[in-house]
T-cell receptor, first 113, second 114 residues
Framework: DAMVIQNPRYQVTQFGKPVTLSCSQTLNHNVMYWYQQKSSQAPKLLFH???????NEADTPDNFQSRRPNTSFCFLDIRSPGLGDAAMYLC????????????FGPGTRLTVL | DQQVKQNSPSLSVQEGRISILNCDYTNSMFDYFLWYKKYPAEGPTFLISISSIKDKNEDGRFTVFLNKSAKHLSLHIVPSQPGDSAVYFC?????????????FGTGTRLKVLA
């Protein structure tokens, strides 16, 4: 089945220790998104790639970076995690053509100690 | 300032009855709306969508209504089933720099009572 896969599902890191979350897709979609979701809040878009074009949201902290080495994979790097970065991180993909629907992975729950 | 609002954080409905989940938005440029369902420890799952050129879209037990003048959409689930218990997010999108960007509401937790 075509899908969006996120690894790991649960990640524990220490304050200030860099961490990388990964996302892969078999949908061959052009666009990949990273969202941060904290408890009882709406998913918040961090950035997205349209093919290789990177689009950062204005309020995404510099601490968050992303890489997309090919169509299938996208990574979220948190350079120096703080306690406030503990959240669920959701990866999503879309075809990039109207009408456009996003498909989400299961998410990675990040804990910062 | 939230552009997409779900003002009811939770809703309880008896099995077999209708569930109505509401969503309001402020940006008249939004042209495509989606509903997602989310179970605990899983990512949101796409449920149903509606384009701004329509006022209703139906898929089985799920119907979404769009009132553009009121900037309001609603999701109707009839009949409600215990398996529908989940958090429901509405999302609105507009094209920005050639890409669809999505703004999500904070979600409504639906509990269907057996």
């Amino acid at each position: 089945d075509a899908m969006v896969i996120q690894n790991p599902r649960y990640q524990v890191t220490q304050f200030g220790k860099p961490v990388t979350l990964s996302c892969s897709q078999t949908l061959n979609h052009n666009v990949m998104y990273w969202y941060q979701q904290k408890s009882s809040q709406a998913p918040k878009l961090l950035f997205h790639y349209y093919d290789k074009d990177f689009n950062n949201e204005a309020d995404t902290p510099d601490n968050f970076q992303s890489r997309r080495p090919n169509t299938s994979f996208c990574f979220l790097d948190i350079r120096s995690p703080g306690l406030g970065d503990a959240a669920m991180y959701l990866c999503a993909t879309s075809a990039g053509a109207a009408p456009d629907t996003q498909y989400f992975g299961p998410g990675t729950r990040l804990t910062v100690l | 300032d939230q552009q997409v609002k779900q003002n009811s954080p939770s809703l309880s409905v008896q099995e077999g009855r209708i569930s109505i989940l509401n969503c309001d938005y402020t940006n008249s440029m939004f042209d495509y709306f989606l509903w997602y369902k989310k179970y605990p420890a899983e990512g949101p799952t796409f449920l149903i969508s509606i384009s701004s050129i329509k006022d209703k879209n139906e898929d089985g037990r799920f119907t979404v209504f769009l009132n553009k003048s009121a900037k309001h959409l609603s999701l109707h689930i009839v009949p409600s089933q215990p398996g529908d218990s989940a958090v429901y997010f509405c999302a609105a999108s507009e094209v920005t720099s050639g890409t669809y960007k999505y703004i999500f509401g904070t979600g409504t937790r639906l509990k269907v009572l057996a």
